[in-house]
């Protein structure tokens, strides 16, 4: 009997067969969107940066929008790290920190959180030599490394260097931490080469997933790299009815194509809506938590003793990143809705009281996102406001009015740009959060239309 591929037989499908196909694709979207997303930004350090793997990329200043990935902020100076271990281990040497900090996270291409890296990670800021596993592998460690055992070949680490201040030499300092970190082949740890830096600062690096039938590529490229987990069998069953397999070419034809494209539509309606409907952190407000309790819970790997939450975990990596520990050395809110519960609209004008006295050690952040993407809106003025800004404008008794708005007023210290026409996301950022944000005796006010 001769086989016939996915490709062709959609063509020859019923109404009703075509039905079931599109459900499954949706199910594969809402899988499949962490480790899309995380190729997502590899294809951009491929083709945006030019990078090759154990090269690092870096801003040498803050984000602008031209940095697209799921809500970076803008107050912070970035480093992207793309791991591949399919030739053996991996090694990333992390400084010391000083008065400046590297702080963030090692994942997995399945966006989980392997280990926290900095002054409230595995190294406590004291630097270390993190040796990245690959799948299987069994042999000893050197004495003195951080071992991390990854089950997928490709990962990632995201880094932020956070300054005590904005001041010019603070900012050098933080920026040195950037230049003092290596990473190379475990093979190399002897005599490591020169480590090769790429800035992006003011560069387009773009590397959010497209959730159209593209979608579909790039997860049947980063399924071919990776071993299939146990707990995905039924799922690769799935992918085979799409045409995904691995060790086998995927080329859908055009009507494939368009079942496929409104497969990733719908899924990326389905995270909008649950991000509407998050439970508020604070009763009575609109502000949640960007994330289920099920990703805290877990420690972001979304598996439970009964069942793996691909929903909850698909939502959360459309959205962002988050630590293994959430809310040590940063804690976030998020909303995309006003005080009357109506989705805020890029056309008009807003208001946000910020009350004196913000619970955040280091500094606070206000941001705005494109709802579509989860990233910075394309073309923006201006993305975000912090604390650290010495031109943000602060009442006699401490609170920051924040303006939001598509057109940039006459005083624009505290205004940050919206898209027109189209629907935002806020989030606010406490940086190094005290325990009053977290016992609520310090709220939030919901943002408010202008009158």
Same mark, same amino acid.
């Given at each position: 009997m001769t086989s016939v591929d996915p490709g062709i037989?959609?063509?020859?499908?019923?109404?009703?067969?075509?039905?079931?196909?599109?459900? =499954?694709?949706?199910?594969?979207?809402?899988?499949?969107?962490?480790?899309?997303?995380?190729?997502?930004? =590899?294809?951009?350090?491929?083709?945006?940066?030019?990078?090759?793997?154990?090269?690092?990329?870096?801003?040498?200043?803050?984000?602008?929008?031209?940095?697209?990935?799921?809500?970076?902020?803008?107050?912070?100076?970035?480093?992207?790290?793309?791991?591949?271990?399919?030739?053996?281990?991996?090694?990333?040497?992390?400084?010391?920190?000083?008065?400046?900090?590297?702080?963030?996270?090692?994942?997995?291409?399945?966006?989980?959180?392997?280990?926290?890296?900095?002054?409230?990670?595995?190294?406590?800021?004291?630097?270390?030599?993190?040796?990245?596993?690959?799948?299987?592998?069994?042999?000893?460690?050197?004495?003195?490394?951080?071992?991390?055992?990854? =089950?997928?070949?490709?990962?990632?680490?995201?880094?932020?260097?956070?300054?005590?201040?904005a001041s010019a030499a603070d900012v050098a300092a933080g920026l040195d931490l950037v230049q003092q970190t290596r990473i190379y082949t475990l093979a190399q740890a002897a005599q490591p080469p020169r480590q090769r830096f790429i800035d992006m600062a003011g560069k387009l690096f773009d590397g959010?997933?497209?959730?159209?039938?593209?979608?579909?590529?790039?997860?049947? =490229?980063?399924?071919?790299?990776?071993?299939?987990?146990?707990?995905?069998?039924?799922?690769?069953?799935?992918?085979?009815?799409?045409?995904?397999?691995k060790g086998r070419r995927f080329k859908p034809d055009p009507g494939t194509r368009e079942i496929l494209r409104n497969a990733a539509g719908e899924a990326r309606a389905g995270f909008i809506r649950t991000m509407l409907a998050l439970p508020p952190f604070v009763p009575g407000t609109q502000w949640a938590i960007p994330a289920s309790h099920i990703g805290g819970e877990t420690g972001h790997t979304f598996a439970t003793a009964n069942y793996l939450d691909v929903d909850a975990r698909g939502q959360q990596c459309f959205?962002?990143?988050?630590?293994?520990?959430?809310?040590?050395?940063a804690f976030y809110l998020a909303t995309l809705k006003d005080g009357t519960g109506a989705p805020l609209d890029g056309s008009r004008r807003y208001r946000l009281r910020v009350p004196p006295h913000v619970p955040a050690r280091q500094f606070w952040a206000a941001t705005v996102y494109d709802c579509d993407t989860a990233a910075f809106v394309r073309q923006s003025a201006h993305v975000e406001i912090n604390s650290y800004d010495d031109r943000l404008r602060i009442a006699a008794d401490g609170s920051v009015d924040v303006t939001f708005g598509p057109s940039r007023p006459g005083d624009a210290a505290n205004w940050i740009a919206t898209p027109p026409g189209r629907s935002w996301v806020a989030l606010f950022r406490f940086y190094g959060p005290d325990k009053t944000v977290f016992e609520k005796k310090w709220t939030l006010p919901d943002i408010t239309v202008e009158t």
């Open positions: 037989a959609v063509l020859r499908m019923s109404a009703s067969s075509a039905r079931v196909l599109e459900r =499954r694709a949706v199910e594969a979207a809402i899988w499949g969107t962490p480790i899309v997303a995380c190729d997502a930004m =590899r294809q951009a350090f491929f083709r945006d940066a030019g990078g090759s793997y154990n090269d690092i990329l870096y801003l040498s200043r803050p984000a602008d929008w031209r940095f697209q990935i799921t809500t970076p902020n803008a107050s912070c100076w970035y480093v992207y790290i793309p791991i591949n271990t399919s030739a053996g281990p991996i090694v990333l040497d992390v400084p010391p920190a000083g008065a400046a900090g590297l702080f963030g996270n090692l994942n997995d291409a399945w966006q989980a959180p392997i280990v926290d890296i900095g002054p409230v990670g595995e190294d406590r800021g004291r630097g270390g030599k993190y040796v990245v596993l690959p799948p299987g592998y069994d042999e000893p460690v050197p004495d003195g490394c951080i071992p991390v055992r990854l =089950r997928t070949y490709n990962g990632y680490a995201v880094l932020r260097a956070i300054p005590p201040s959010i997933p497209r959730f159209d039938d593209s979608f579909f590529d790039s997860l049947a =490229r980063i399924i071919s790299e990776e071993p299939v987990q146990e707990r995905d069998l039924i799922m690769m069953a799935y992918l085979r009815s799409l045409g995904i397999e959205f962002g990143r988050a630590a293994k520990r959430f809310g040590i050395a």
